[in-house]
């Protein structure tokens, strides 16, 4: 018994012993000259990440994020619900969850179609009509989405980047990873891609059982939904639905287009290679600025963000 315990203590002291060592090891690695001299070396590649980070911010800050919502349960709030039952089993273990537009609650067969044909069954029950403003909405949603997860992807690239052009040693990067992040002086973006998300939910009268369908707008799932809406409203023979739709593709096509280059300062990715490229309106799609290949353009973030700067001032 004693024996035991004797290798317990030792098990645990040595466990102390090496985060002591650890610990001491990057306090040393930090103050080291290496380490500082690595910093300086990069501290203006630190700079731009940083300010790609606010850049990041002010995507979030003034895009579109929302489509469409439910009026399931928009007046639920208003009624007070109780199971008063007295069966031995427990009662309503799922509760249907009224009140949030993005829940559309209905019946199971609602739910079994609508994963079959999530598109037509989200612009159905969540109210996004086949009319030009909404298509022109979604296009708009849609790049809000890919502007900022392409900024943050570019954020990850240069956070590895930093990595490895500061080569730590690897229990720095294991253990301390945020803590070596402050130290070189990046500042980790807290902003996440808010995609906007549809629900279909289903809850049995008793709350025994409840099945949902639940579709996420990201990239490939806002193209699918312009390009519903637009053959929709082309059916009708409308100007609009005759316009090219501001896809990942058509994105994707004036980036090439461009050589990969920014048309204003000609700064290009064969020079900076983690150089963030957006496409940008030359007449804004709030003027009425149309998304044809003739309006369109690649610009660098830092001329898209003076550029979108000015306009918001103006
Ligand atoms: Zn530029």
Known sequence: MEVILAIGVIAGLSVVAYRVIRHI?????????EFLAHKQAIARYVWEHNEIARYVAEIRSRGTFAIGSSSSGA??????FDNTSYHNYRRDRNVASYGSPNVHNCSLQVVRNASADPIKYVMKYFNIRA????????QVLGESISRLESALHNLRVREEGVARAMNPP????????????????????PISVPYPTFT?????????????????????????????????????KSAAGQRSLMTARLRE????????????????????????????????????GLSIVENLQ????????????????A
């Open 253 to 288: 096509y004036i980036k090439a287009r461009d050589g990969y280059a920014c048309r204003y300062c000609r700064v290009s990715v064969q020079q900076e290679p983690h150089l963030l490229l957006e496409v940008d309106h030359i007449v804004p799609v709030s003027r009425g």
């Open 25 to 33: 090891r990057k306090e040393r690695y930090f103050a080291s000259e």
């Open 298 to 313: 690649t610009l660098c973030w830092r001329c898209n963000r003076s550029k979108s700067n000015k306009i918001v001032s």
């Open 75 to 80: 007046q639920a709030h208003l009624a007070s």
């Open 170 to 189: 690897g229990f720095i990067l294991k253990h301390y990873l945020s803590e070596f992040m402050h130290h070189v002086g990046v500042e980790l973006s």
């Open 200 to 236: 279909f939910e289903y809850v049995s009268a008793g709350g025994n059982s409840s099945q949902r369908t639940s579709l996420t707008l990201d990239t490939p799932v806002i193209d699918a939904l312009v390009e519903t809406l637009s053959q929709k409203i082309r059916y009708r």
């Open 131 to 138: 009319e030009e403003g909404v298509l022109l909405h979604a």
